[in-house]
């Protein structure tokens, strides 16, 4: 008897690491180091004057910049650990740390989302790439590594944009048109993510309305629609509606912040910092919501070359400064481009849900969260508290709708 007890004790023990693996304490750090990552360079993103959409992972923005300092030396690799508020970590901390990090929240098994990350560093056809760091960049990162010749710059650029078409299943045609100072090393990531919903949408109820760009721009998108219980929160003094919405097993989920009404999104960007996104958070109540939410793929490519030095990266990027030696044995190397660039989807697909609440009185009188005007989201790790995305909507694909106001 005590014997098959013992058995369950081990076998419980057993079911329980394997799905409740804790974080080290150096990824721990570094979830949180990044999600304030993820801000501050929202907001260095957003305050540029073309920007529309912004789709930024800052969970990959972290590991490219520790891929950055496994190939850099002295002041050029301290400073992406001064951009990762992480100057304590020791070195073999900082890569095991960050890779256990990607590891845990890009875990299509457990998390049952689709997120493809693809990651590769391009250099001019004179380097020779290390042995030793393209194991290692590999190994933490996922990084490969692809020399380039850009004296037929087109062919270069095609070649590119064909790699990320190809590794997102076609779902990312283009990361750019051009590409300026092809001499240093550039770093591409290309990625596609496709939230799987908790609870899905139905395809019926999938119908065409107009989005509001702005007072005198609307665009016809597919809406989808569904009632069911969520985590909201009505700003009233704010005038700002957030929701969060699980995906996969609630294992992450997308918080959808959106003003009451269309206006241009600054007044709720000054707003946006962890701290008030936290206590948002912890304002939210379960309640019966209908939702509306666009149907609709956004492809977004970012440079963050410019933003990643204006937040303390000056030396890889710096053509007379960079020291990135342990990445070809030389000093012959700088971070001239760093693409990074996603196809987002969001569509009806998720998991079937308990059909007889909407035989009970929980879903009477839903508050509506009603997507058709402008809004920022976030995808937010559940265990790890890391943001896997950050972004905005303004401008959906769609064609102009018949102005109406
Ligand atoms: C960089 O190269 C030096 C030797 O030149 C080596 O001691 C160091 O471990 C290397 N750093 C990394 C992160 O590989
Ligand atoms: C998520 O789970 C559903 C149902 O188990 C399955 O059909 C789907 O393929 C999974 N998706 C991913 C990306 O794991
Ligand atoms: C986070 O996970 C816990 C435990 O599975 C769950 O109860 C909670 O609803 C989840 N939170 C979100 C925001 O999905």
């Known amino acids: 008897m005590w014997m098959t007890n013992v058995v369950a004790v081990c076998l419980l023990a057993i079911l329980a690491s394997a799905e409740d693996k804790k974080l080290s304490s150096h990824a721990t750090t570094l979830a949180d180091n990044s999600a304030d990552l993820a801000f501050s360079l929202y907001h260095n993103m957003a305050k540029e004057k073309d920007t529309e959409n912004i789709l930024i992972s800052p969970v990959v923005v972290a590991s490219s910049l520790g891929m950055v300092a496994l190939g850099g030396k002295a002041s050029t690799a301290s400073q992406v650990k001064t951009v990762l508020s992480a100057d304590k970590l020791k070195d073999e901390h900082l890569h095991s740390g960050l890779s256990e990090l990607l590891s845990e929240v890009s875990d299509a098994k457990t998390r049952n989302t689709t997120w493809k990350i693809n990651n590769r560093l391009y250099g001019?056809?004179?380097?020779?790439?290390?042995?030793?760091?393209?194991?290692?960049?590999?190994?933490?990162?996922?990084?490969?590594?692809?020399?380039i010749n850009f004296r037929d710059k087109r062919s270069a650029v095609n070649s590119i944009n064909e790699w990320a078409a190809k590794s997102t299943g076609g779902k990312l045609p283009e990361i750019t048109k051009d590409v300026q100072n092809p001499d240093g090393a550039m770093i591409v990531n290309a990625m596609f993510f496709k939230p799987h919903w908790d609870e899905k949408f139905h395809d019926a109820m999938v119908d065409t309305r107009g989005f509001l760009v702005s007072r005198s721009f609307t665009v016809g998108v597919p809406m989808m629609h569904r009632t069911g219980l969520y985590d909201f929160y009505d700003d009233t003094e704010k005038r700002i509606y957030l929701l969060n919405m699980p995906l996969g097993q609630k294992q992450a989920s997308m918080i959808l912040i959106m003003p009451y009404q269309l206006e241009p999104l600054d007044r709720l960007e000054k707003l946006l910092t962890k701290t008030?996104?936290?206590?948002?958070?912890?304002?939210?109540?379960?309640?019966?919501?209908?939702?509306?939410?666009?149907?609709?793929?956004?492809?977004?490519?970012?440079?963050?070359?410019?933003?990643?030095?204006?937040?303390?990266?000056?030396?890889?990027?710096?053509?007379?400064?960079?020291?990135?030696?342990?990445?070809?044995?030389?000093?012959?190397?700088?971070?001239?481009?760093?693409?990074?660039?996603?196809?987002?989807?969001?569509?009806?697909?998720?998991?079937p849900f308990d059909t007889t609440i909407f035989s009970s009185e929980k879903l009477r009188n839903p508050k509506l969260f009603y997507v058709d005007h402008p809004f920022i989201f976030l995808v937010r790790d559940n265990k790890t508290k890391s943001i896997m995305y950050i972004g905005r909507v303004v401008r959906p694909k769609g064609e102009k709708m018949r102005d109406e106001l």
């Open 124 to 147: 001019p056809s004179s380097v020779s790439f290390a042995d030793d760091f393209v194991k290692t960049s590999k190994k933490h990162y996922n990084y490969d590594h692809t020399k």
């Open 276 to 351: 008030q996104m936290d206590t948002w958070i912890s304002k939210m109540q379960s309640k019966a919501v209908a939702i509306s939410l666009p149907k609709i793929s956004l492809e977004v490519s970012h440079n963050l070359q410019k933003h990643l030095a204006e937040l303390g990266l000056t030396e890889a990027v710096d053509k007379a400064k960079a020291d990135l030696s342990n990445i070809s044995g030389k000093k012959d190397l700088y971070l001239s481009n760093v693409f990074h660039a996603s196809a987002f989807e969001l569509d009806v697909e998720g998991n």
